[in-house]
Nanobody, 127 residues
Framework: EVDLVESGGGFVQAGGSLRLSCAAA?????????IGWFRQVPGKEREGISY????????WYADSVKGRFTISSDHAENKVTLQMNRLKPEDTAVYYCAAGVVHSDPDFTSPDEYGYWGQGSQVTVSS
């Protein structure tokens, strides 16, 4: 079990950058989990945008963010960050980090694979 605490997010103009962080609280470790990032806008389903294995050897990005967003793990600080560059107004959403456990035949693009979630961080991109 792990408690996830998000930080970062905020308001930025189109073309700008923001960084989101996801840390393990209460002495937990992210090393045992796949960490995913999702986003959600009102009235729509939660969208998977990126995930990474704890080693960072396997990463995945949705086409909508590929080439602009980068997920990375900081084992020393026990956190995972999502660097978001060249932001667009359509990136505006509440962003969530999530932790999932590896098992056979997973689909880590789906929120159903994750049992632990951060509190959500608002990202607003103005045009």
């Amino acid at each position: 079990e792990v408690d996830l605490v998000e930080s970062g997010g905020g308001f930025v103009q189109a073309g700008g950058s923001l960084r989101l962080s996801c840390a393990a609280a209460s002495g937990g470790s992210l090393d045992d989990y796949i960490i995913g990032w999702f986003r959600q806008v009102p009235g729509k389903e939660r969208e998977g945008i990126s995930y990474s294995t704890n080693s960072g050897e396997i990463t995945w990005y949705a086409d909508s963010v590929k080439g602009r967003f980068t997920i990375s793990s900081d084992h020393a600080e026990n956190k995972v960050t999502l660097q978001m560059n060249r932001l667009k107004p359509e990136d505006t959403a509440v962003y969530y980090c999530a932790a999932g456990v590896v098992h056979s035949d997973p689909d880590f693009t789906s929120p159903d694979e994750y049992g632990y979630w951060g509190q959500g961080s608002q990202v607003t991109v103005s045009s």
